[in-house]
């Protein structure tokens, strides 16, 4: 309830008059300020009116007895609070529209009518003395400001552009985001933008704000220079449209009152969608749908922060825009001139930064590099920008080794053509490196420079070369770096940093590339986030019921895929199974002959023999191998994308990177058992293409043997691990976790098979006997010798560790069978034995720790059966073990006693060593920095909360202190913990809730306070002034409180805050700005609305 008068600003309001609002607005100081009002609506306008008006209260009322409790107490917390006086006081305040006394104190004849505030005017602007409501509406829009609308464009609908130029008159500042703006459109709202932007914005901003694209070639040119002329104006440009596929249409009003507007929907600022077009576009007022508006400002504040696609505009750069927006009306003619250049010097270098995903590599290559490592992999789909990641590292590696010397090698001459321009690029230097090839031999000189290499040209020059003439190393195609020509290089060579690129890690010949690059992958970009970037196209995945007398699960399974001979003999030369793939397609494909298609086979003869089918019912189709000459190869691309042939049958050709961007169907003919080997095989039609909306895809689904697992493939598609049992619940809602634009459909039978199959991997992991049994009798298998983790998780088909966890401890599980172990228990008195179940848990939770020092330390720990001494007087052993062992297991036995239970129970010894292994090879971040104050944290990993508080010096290890609110102040320390979840129910899409705690950019942050901190308040004020009052704001940020397996998250510590602006109060709304910029990972999640 509004019980003082701070929610009044001068400005525009839409407020039905109560008894509390009538008591503020009576102690406003009249000889500066006037209040306007006009009459509420009657009958059923005015219930509505009341309705709007009471949620929004009884809302803001209830947050702010709520906001302190932890969520899992908000229902009697609640219950306690609507039973309250203060509640029923609240509503007495709320109930009573109070009427307006005349001057002589007469109400007037009849009942009274209630009253709206329209708006605060100040005394002493022209009319603003008798002024009344009726001389203010032409500065208002049609719609009223406290409610939503849909404007169509149709008869009675209110014009846009007529909406557009009232709010433009009231508002305070204005923000607009739109795909392109035509002088046509713009020229109408000149006039108004010309006395908008006079004056600065009331913060002393611009007062005009206009993101804008080269999407399509659509924008004048001169319209963005009649808008850089405006004062008080910034503008900002997005180039890469191919990348962003920025189609967003938004103009944004704000208003200190609290009233707002923004108008979302089809038009762009053209005279025909403002004005004259059956144009649809919702009106969102912000004191109606709060939690929308808020969706549109921070959706707009990321875009506008986003510097690397939207880039600050100025009347100079008319030439280049101008360019840019050529290049967009003729793509096909900028791709011609671009690839007859390619061998040509550079001239014209642009400012290019790497993107979200490409900065998610260099920053992994990075801390691998500080933490001494000097051979990284790469690993991501063809057009996702590999080459630049590996250039902007050079270019990184070059300014700490001046004159460093690149070789980049790869298999073929156009890869080093493309990437020699891409680096010429990146290092702004259009001489850097040359071409070494059969028909490009060195030249006097450039022994001392850059190469960009066959491998072949290299290998019949090493003799004589110095191991390390090059000190950075590329290897393209890194899949490639297992053959024999590659190795004699790599043996040879010795450089301080090897950087491998793939899409496609595991080859076919099964020969494993990753010991060469020091057995893990530095970084690897997912599916989802690929597409969701707009790197790679969107698919629409249907899984097909197969021809039904199908059935592979009778099929023999060794070395984790089916017998290729018994799948062959199935598949080559079944007719009745090829004619109901065709029958198949012809159903769902409106037209067969405009498809371009590949279709994956299990053998050449079941390829040539598809090829042969589809031929003899009339659609035209190719069978392309391995063994397929060049110019055969050449002509089948050229053939397929003229459309001559509609389909290549291939078995692994197209499982490597090539680029075939028009592709638009893919085939899955067979069950492809390696997870990799599928997702490569996806790669080939997810290439962006102008003319392709999205991919569309058709796996054939039948009875798989026991072993094949879907799960992993489906979840591979979704934009998050989900775990086992999530997936049932995926695959039976319809998959609601997907890259947007992306679709997944099962057809019935289809989906009956999936679900078996899902649910026999479930049953066989969810088994503790069964996991038992089986790790037993490999163990019998292999003379009793222990089974390492890794083999263990092979075995058993886990991705995760914690897939065993959650059934026990590995030297549990693969130890003597059950029965002995509680006899065992008594006789050893084996903490293992004792507490399994404990442990078990505690170490699903180590899996969540990202320290990779805390790991190490531990893992010393346990061998030397000494406790390290920590930094800041923290032990990394009590951070370590504070996970691991319950609070009550560390009050009644102390640090040194459960340590030492760990060192002397080889099993779990082992168990722990092995977790910390597999940890720091998939996920841990080496040597963060530490910040001043903060203990043993480091910034940028991942802690607890009971982490955080020993760190600190808060808890100690058998007594630990705990808080449940989002911050904390150590007064000691002068430091405030802001703790914060950027997703407040994991369960759900949550749109009232997601836009209180964002990343707006790397470097801003967007928080909401507790719902009763006031900004005057003295922790508002903490906030506002802490530089000066030598307090220090440290964030703590997680995705959801709990992940897919139940688990609760830890927080990634991002550092310290500095105060930039809020807005409101109970709660505030503070922008912050990082000390350091947020990891590239952590932002992909934490940006909660971007391209």
């Given at each position: ?8 600003h ?7 008059l109560?008894?509390?609002r ?6 406003l100081d ?7 009002y ?9 219930l509505l009116?009341?309705?709007s ?6 809302l ?9 409790v ?13 039973c ?9 305040g709320?109930l009573?529209?109070a ?7 007469a109400?007037g ?6 009253k ?17 409501f ?35 008159r ?20 000149m006039?108004?933008?010309e ?73 762009n ?6 004005d ?39 009347v ?29 010097p ?8 790497p ?5 998610e590599a ?19 789909a ?11 590292d ?32 990146v ?8 071409p ?15 190469w960009?290499?066959?491998?072949d040209?290299?290998?019949v020059?090493?003799?004589?070369m110095?191991?390390r ?13 297992a053959a ?20 496609t ?8 590339i ?5 057995g893990r992958f ?26 039904p ?11 984790g ?20 793939v065709l ?9 067969l ?29 190719l ?14 691309r ?9 389909v ?5 050709l ?9 592709v ?9 058992e ?34 094949f ?29 997907l890259p ?13 098979s999936?679900?078996a ?5 479930l ?32 075995l ?53 720790q ?14 030397t ?34 340590h030492a239970?760990?060192?002397?129970s ?30 043993a ?33 150590l007064?000691?320390r002068n430091i405030?913990?802001?703790l ?33 901190t006031?900004?005057?308040s ?10 000066e009052?030598?307090i ?5 940020l997680?995705r ?16 310290p ?30 940006q909660?609305?971007?391209?």
């Open positions: 309830m509004m019980d003082d008068a701070s929610f009044l001068e400005g525009f309001y839409d407020l039905l109560t008894e509390a009538k008591a503020a607005l009576e102690r009249t000889s500066r300020w006037r209040a306007v006009d009459s509420a609506p009657e009958g059923e306008g005015l009116a009341l309705s008006h009471l949620s929004v209260e009884i803001n009322f209830l947050r702010a007895r709520c906001g302190d932890p969520p899992d107490r908000w229902l009697p917390q609640l219950r306690a609070v609507l309250d006086e203060s509640f029923r006081s609240m509503l007495h709320l009573l529209p009427p307006i006394e005349s001057k002589d104190g109400q004849k009849g009942e009274p009518k209630a709206r505030l329209m708006a605060i005017r100040r005394r002493g602007l022209r009319l603003a003395k008798e002024e009344s009726e001389s203010l509406k032409a500065l208002l829009p049609t719609t009223p400001l406290g409610g939503s609308a849909l404007l169509t464009g149709a008869e009675g609908s209110p014009s846009l552009l007529a909406e557009l130029t009232r709010e433009l009231s508002c305070d500042r204005a923000d607009w985001l739109v795909s392109f703006i035509r002088l046509s459109g713009l020229s109408a709202l006039p108004t933008l006395n908008f932007t006079a004056t600065p914005a009331p913060d002393g901003g611009p007062r005009l704000r206009v993101a804008t694209t080269t999407y399509i070639g659509a924008t004048d040119s001169k319209a963005i220079e009649r808008l850089c002329e405006l004062p008080n104006t910034e503008v900002r440009i997005c180039y890469d449209t191919s990348a962003t596929r920025m189609h967003a249409k938004s103009y944004i009003f704000h208003r200190a009152t609290g009233f707002g507007s923004a108008y979302v929907g089809s038009s600022v053209s005279k025909y969608a403002l004259q077009g059956l144009e649809w576009n919702v009106k969102i007022s912000q004191r109606e749908l709060r939690h929308l508006w808020e969706a549109v400002t921070a959706s707009f504040e990321s875009h506008w922060e986003d510097r690397r696609h939207f880039r600050s505009f100025d100079s750069q008319l030439s280049q825009l101008r360019t840019a927006l050529e290049r967009e009306k003729h793509p096909h003619e900028a791709g011609a001139a671009g690839a007859a250049a390619d061998n040509a550079v001239s014209v270098f642009y400012d290019l930064q993107r979200t995903h490409q900065l260099l920053e992994a290559i990075a801390r691998e590099r500080r933490a001494g490592i000097n051979r990284h992999l790469i690993v991501a063809t057009g996702t920008g590999k080459t630049m990641v590996a250039a902007f050079f270019a990184r590696f070059r300014r700490e080794h001046r004159g460093a010397r690149l070789l980049f090698l790869a298999h073929r001459v156009e890869i080093l053509r493309q990437a020699l321009v891409s680096f010429r690029q290092l702004r230097d259009g001489d850097f490196g040359v070494v090839d059969g028909t490009h031999p060195p030249k006097p000189g450039d022994e001392s420079r850059s960009f290499c066959t491998v040209s290299l290998n020059r090493l003799e004589g110095s191991p003439a090059f000190d950075y190393v590329v290897i393209d195609e890194a899949h490639h770096s024999s020509s590659y190795l004699k290089s790599l043996e040879w060579l010795e450089p301080l940093c090897l950087l491998g690129l793939t899409a890690p595991e080859r076919m010949d099964g020969v494993n990753l010991p060469l690059f020091g530095t970084h690897e970009l997912r599916l989802a986030d690929a597409i969701g970037a707009g790197l790679l196209s969107p698919f629409i995945y249907f899984g097909l019921a197969d021809e007398e199908l059935d592979f699960s009778r099929l023999a399974w060794r070395a895929r089916y017998d290729t001979k018994e799948l062959g003999a199935l598949l080559e030369h079944n007719e009745q199974r090829a004619g109901w029958a198949q397609l012809d159903r769902r494909v409106e037209n002959r405009g498809m371009r298609a590949l279709g994956f086979c299990v053998t050449v003869r079941h390829a040539e023999f598809m090829a042969d089918f589809c031929n003899r019912r009339g659609l035209p189709a069978a392309l191998t391995g063994k397929s000459d060049g110019e055969l190869r050449r002509q089948a050229r053939m397929l994308e003229s459309c001559e042939v509609n290549i049958f291939t078995v692994d197209f499982n490597e990177g090539v680029d075939l961007p028009f638009d169907t893919l085939l899955f003919l067979r069950p492809t390696s997870l990799t080997v599928f997702l490569q095989q996806l790669g080939r039609g997810l290439r962006v293409d102008r003319d392709k909306a999205h991919l569309t895809v058709f796996d054939f689904i039948a009875a798989q043997h026991g072993s697992n879907y799960a992993r493939r489906f979840e591979a598609l979704c934009c998050r691990p989900c775990g086992l049992k999530r997936m049932e619940g995926q695959l039976k809602s319809g998959f609601t976790d947007t634009g992306c679709m997944v459909s099962l057809e019935e039978t289809a989906m009956e999936v679900l199959n899902v649910r026999a991997h049953k066989r992991l969810s088994s503790r006997s069964g996991i038992c049994a089986e790790l037993h009798k490999e163990r019998q298998r292999r003379g009793g010798a222990v089974l390492p983790l890794g083999d263990m998780m092979e058993l088909g886990c991705d995760s560790p914690d897939d065993i966890y959650a059934r026990g401890l590995p030297c549990i599980l693969q130890g003597r069978p059950e029965e002995e172990l509680l006899e065992a228990a008594e006789e050893e008195k084996d903490v293992a034995v004792l507490y399994e179940t404990p442990l078990a848990k505690g170490m699903r939770r180590l899996l969540l990202t320290d990779a020092e805390l790991l190490r330390a531990a893992a010393q720990g346990l061998q059966a000494e406790l390290p001494a920590g930094s800041d007087g923290t032990s990394p052993a009590s951070l370590f073990y504070s996970v691991l062992w319950s609070q009550d297991m560390a009050a009644q036995y102390g640090l040194e006693k459960l239970a760990c060192c002397d080889p099993g779990l010894k082992r168990d722990l060593q092995e977790l910390a292994s597999w940890r720091l090879r998939h996920g841990a971040h080496p040597a963060g920095e530490f910040v001043e104050g903060m203990g944290l480091r910034l940028h990993a991942a802690y607890t909360r009971e982490q955080v508080m020993l760190a600190l010096g808060v808890s100690r290890f058998e007594s630990r202190t705990l808080f449940q609110e989002g911050v904390y102040f007064k000691e405030y913990l802001f914060a979840d950027i997703e407040k129910d994991e369960r759900l899409f949550s749109p009232t809730t997601m836009y209180e705690d964002y990343a707006i950019s790397e470097t801003l942050f967007h928080w909401q306070s507790q719902s009763k006031a900004d005057k003295p922790t508002g004020q903490n906030f506002i002034h802490h530089e009052r030598g220090r704001p440290m964030l703590f997680r959801c409180r709990r992940n897919a397996q139940g688990l609760t998250e830890p927080y990634v510590f991002l550092g805050l500095h105060y930039v602006s809020h807005e409101g109060s109970r709660p505030m709304s503070i922008r912050w700005r990082l000390e350091r910029p947020m990891p590239a990972e952590v932002l992909r999640w934490a909660r609305v971007l391209i």
